[in-house]
């Protein structure tokens, strides 16, 4: 059966099967169970586990994203997105500490302007305005969340266009996944006046002014510049 060695941890997928003291035969095996206690159509073999924990293949090629229903699978067992699991983990990382809080992000984009939101409960020198944002729970859908939580802090409704990407993020330390979404309709309203003390579409001189920029997902300045180019 394939133990680990004492060398490096190749990738989080890597380091999270290492946790839970398991072989690859096991976690196979155990993958499979899952699948079917859970009516997951996903699937994984050893081979396909082997090449997904190096990072790469034989040939030294990169994997690449498994097929959809594999990916929701392995993001189902451990909570944590598919893009997090085939990164290469990072010292000052704690994984099992930031999948226990996931985070939605939602970047509902509407011309050239981002939907956010200012959270009451942050302290003066902390963040104040920032994306509206939900709590994944396990086996959850983030673009469903993410859809979810804006309309229920600003009454806007939108659809969710796709992932820009997931990050621990620099301050909160929590495990963010970035939603893309695009404005359908609705008049934006502090809808959560307990939680939130406003809302505003702001454009991208006006984010950044609101929200230092060393904070911001990269992803997020790139469609907005985007954007900006479209509507020129």
């Not at 994203?65 to 290469?88: D, M, N, Q, Y």
């Not at 985070?103 to 509407?110: G, P, Q, T």
């Not at 993410?146 to 229920?152: I, Q």
């Not at 939680?195 to 702001?202: L, R, S």
């Amino acid at each position: 059966m394939t133990r680990y060695d004492a060398s490096g941890v190749r990738t989080v997928l890597e380091q999270l099967i290492r946790q839970r003291q398991q072989t690859f035969e096991e976690f196979v095996e155990f993958a499979e169970r899952f699948a079917r206690e859970h009516g997951e159509p996903g699937t994984l073999s050893l081979s396909h586990l082997q090449r997904l924990v190096a990072g790469s293949r034989p040939d030294g090629a990169p994997v690449g994203t498994p097929r959809p229903a594999t990916a929701r699978l392995l993001e189902r067992i451990f909570g944590v997105p598919i893009s997090v699991l085939l990164s290469e983990p990072s010292p000052d990382t704690n994984v099992l500490e930031a999948r226990a809080l996931h985070v939605a992000v939602a970047v509902v984009v509407r011309d050239a302007r981002v939907l956010l939101v200012c959270r009451r409960e942050e302290p003066e020198d902390e963040l104040r305005w920032q994306f509206p944002a939900g709590i994944v729970k396990p086996g959850r859908d983030p673009q469903e969340v993410a859809v979810r939580e804006v309309l229920a802090e600003t009454a806007v409704h939108c659809v969710a266009e796709r992932s820009l990407g997931s990050r621990i993020h620099p301050v909160t330390r929590v495990l963010c996944e970035y939603v893309l979404c695009d404005y359908v309709v609705g008049t934006t309203t502090n809808a959560d006046a307990v939680e939130n003390a406003g809302v505003t579409w702001a454009d991208r001189s006006q984010m950044t002014r609101l929200i230092p920029v060393e904070r911001i997902y990269p992803p997020v300045l790139d469609v907005l510049d985007a954007r900006l180019a479209a509507h020129a």
